[in-house]
């Protein structure tokens, strides 16, 4: 009796340890092998940069541009964004860094982990960001925000700063990475096509429309025999009758009764 209560007790204890210790710590992507680096970076949600996961980004900027990229994501993938901003000495106050993630619906997306918003104090020469997504779903309700398969824009800027350090050059260094990929998941559903943002929302017609030949015989015959008039005519021939009806008008009011 005292052997299986003490072998319960060991195993409760062991379960307890090991529930106190501190979770492993997810590594940060690497570069893929032979990956292509980019050195450039979009303005706009229309103007992201296209990347991929596991390829590098470096690219010089200056403190408060609004930088874009974008990547694709499938179902059953978890992405991690990592993002190191290297300031130039000399800054006047602390800053506040954000990077955002937003789907092809323009939805900003929750980090489950990572120093999304960190802030800096004057004296600090870097600052490292970090995102760590939920896993995309293959489909998902219409109400609700969930990550789903399609295209993923990164936007990293500064929320707040002294205006002095306004245009001050930074280095950014960015790297999304796969942390994990399920494939396709036992949910009962599929997304019809993947949520990738439209970037050419129309075209510029420049050309002439042609005329329906058909719509003229449509047309009233009497209208034919009518001059071209403009509004300065239109009005001017309502007012001249409006007169004449006033005159006559003004006229059998005042004029006197002939005596017999």
Same mark, same amino acid.
């Given at each position: 009796?005292?052997?299986?209560?003490?072998?319960?007790?060991?195993?409760?204890?062991?379960?307890?340890?090991?529930?106190?210790?501190?979770? *492993? #710590?997810? /590594?940060?992507?690497?570069?893929?092998?032979? !990956? &292509?680096?980019?050195?450039?970076? $979009?303005? %706009?949600?229309? =103007?992201?940069?296209?990347?991929?996961?596991?390829?590098?980004?470096?690219?010089?900027?200056?403190?408060?541009?609004?930088?874009?990229?974008?990547? *694709? #994501?499938? /179902?059953?993938?978890?992405?991690?964004?990592? !993002? &190191?901003?290297?300031?130039?000495? $000399?800054? %006047?106050?602390? =800053?506040?860094?954000?990077?955002?993630?937003?789907?092809?619906?323009?939805?900003?997306?929750?980090?489950?982990?990572?120093?999304?918003?960190?802030?800096?104090?004057?004296?600090?020469?870097?600052?490292?960001?970090?995102? &760590?997504?939920?896993?995309?779903?293959?489909?998902?309700?219409?109400?609700?925000?969930?990550?789903?398969?399609?295209?993923?824009?990164?936007?990293?800027?500064?929320?707040?700063?002294?205006?002095?350090?306004?245009?001050?050059?930074?280095?950014?260094?960015?790297?999304?990475?796969?942390?994990?990929?399920?494939?396709?998941?036992?949910?009962?559903?599929?997304?019809?096509?993947?949520?990738?943002?439209?970037?050419?929302?129309?075209?510029?017609?420049?050309?002439?429309?042609?005329?329906?030949?058909?719509?003229?015989?449509?047309?009233?015959?009497?209208?034919?025999?009518?001059?071209?008039?403009?509004?300065?005519?239109?009005?001017?021939?309502?007012?001249?009758?409006?007169?004449?009806?006033?005159?006559?008008?003004?006229?059998?009011?005042?004029?006197?009764?002939?005596?017999?």
């Amino acid at each position: 009796m005292r052997t299986a209560l003490s072998r319960s007790l060991a195993a409760l204890l062991a379960a307890g340890g090991a529930a106190l210790l501190p979770a *492993p #710590a997810v /590594a940060a992507p690497t570069p893929s092998p032979g !990956a &292509t680096p980019v050195n450039r970076a $979009g303005t %706009s949600f229309l =103007s992201a940069t296209p990347i991929a996961a596991g390829q590098p980004v470096r690219v010089d900027a200056s403190i408060g541009d609004h930088l874009y990229w974008s990547f *694709p #994501a499938t /179902a059953g993938q978890v992405q991690e964004i990592s !993002a &190191t901003v290297t300031f130039p000495k $000399g800054r %006047s106050g602390a =800053s506040t860094w954000t990077v955002d993630v937003f789907d092809g619906l323009r939805r900003r997306q929750a980090c489950t982990a990572g120093a999304q918003t960190p802030t800096v104090d004057a004296t600090a020469t870097s600052v490292a960001l970090g995102c &760590t997504l939920r896993e995309v779903r293959p489909w998902a309700e219409p109400w609700s925000a969930d990550p789903l398969p399609g295209s993923y824009v990164v936007r990293l800027s500064v929320i707040d700063l002294p205006e002095a350090d306004l245009g001050a050059p930074i280095d950014v260094d960015l790297l999304i990475g796969t942390i994990g990929d399920r494939g396709a998941s036992a949910d009962d559903g599929e997304l019809a096509a993947p949520l990738v943002p439209n970037t050419k929302a129309g075209t510029v017609l420049n050309a002439v429309p042609p005329v329906d030949p058909d719509a003229d015989d449509e047309g009233d015959p009497l209208a034919d025999w009518l001059p071209d008039l403009g509004s300065r005519w239109v009005w001017t021939g309502i007012g001249g009758v409006l007169a004449a009806v006033a005159g006559v008008v003004g006229f059998a009011m005042t004029r006197r009764p002939r005596r017999r």
